[in-house]
Structures are given as structure tokens and as C-alpha cells.
């Protein structure tokens, strides 16, 4: 099991990851609606779960990063719909990833 100090370095990664495709999709005028939705509204939850994750309760922060985890599977699997840029193609899967690694690394 991840320690807490594990867990926020980790989270602070994921933070930045979200940050680099909600400034990708933004910027890539081709980048698909629904694809920029759903980084934004992953974006639009950090705060809430940098609440969780500072409170240490483990099964708090699983819920939340399986929630996470969701999301970032939802916009993976729109990318392989309407097939966007490499570049949002490449940071989406990123989120993906990261989310994925560390809800695989909780359970």
C-alpha cells in the first residue's frame, strides 16, 4: 500500500498531467467538444479531490481516484472514436495512464 507522502506526490503528477491536456485541448483548435468537456471537467474536480487526498482517509481517496479513473477512461475512449491530433490524442492517454496507474496501485 502507497504511503500518504506516495499518494500526494503522485496526485501532484496527476495535477499536472490534467493541467497539460486541459491547456492541449484548449489550444488544439481541431481538438473534438466532447473531448475538451471531459478534461475540463476532470480539471473541475482536482480541487475537490486535493481535498480528499489531504485527508488521508483511504477509502475516501479510492472513491476518488477510481471516479477520476472513470473519467479519464471516458475521454480515452473518445479519442479512439473521433480520432483527434496526436497531440490530444498523446495527453489524453497520458491522464488516462496516470489515473489508471495510481487506482491500480491503491486496490
Not at 5 to 29: G, H, P
Not at 55 to 64: A, L, V
Not at 68 to 73: A, F, K
Amino acid at each position: 500500500m502507497l504511503q500518504p507522502a506516495e499518494i500526494q506526490q503522485r496526485f501532484s503528477q496527476i495535477q499536472q498531467t490534467i493541467n497539460q491536456a486541459e491547456e492541449v485541448t484548449r489550444n488544439d483548435e481541431g481538438a473534438p467538444e466532447e473531448i475538451r468537456d471531459c478534461i475540463q471537467k476532470i480539471a473541475h474536480e482536482m480541487p475537490e479531490a486535493q481535498r480528499v487526498m489531504q485527508s488521508n482517509d483511504q477509502s475516501d481517496i479510492i472513491q476518488c481516484i477510481d471516479r477520476l479513473e472513470e473519467m479519464g477512461d471516458e475521454a480515452k475512449r473518445m479519442c479512439r472514436d473521433s480520432q483527434p491530433s496526436p497531440q490530444v490524442t498523446s495527453v489524453v492517454t497520458r491522464v488516462h495512464d496516470v489515473l489508471s496507474d495510481l487506482k491500480h496501485q491503491l486496490h
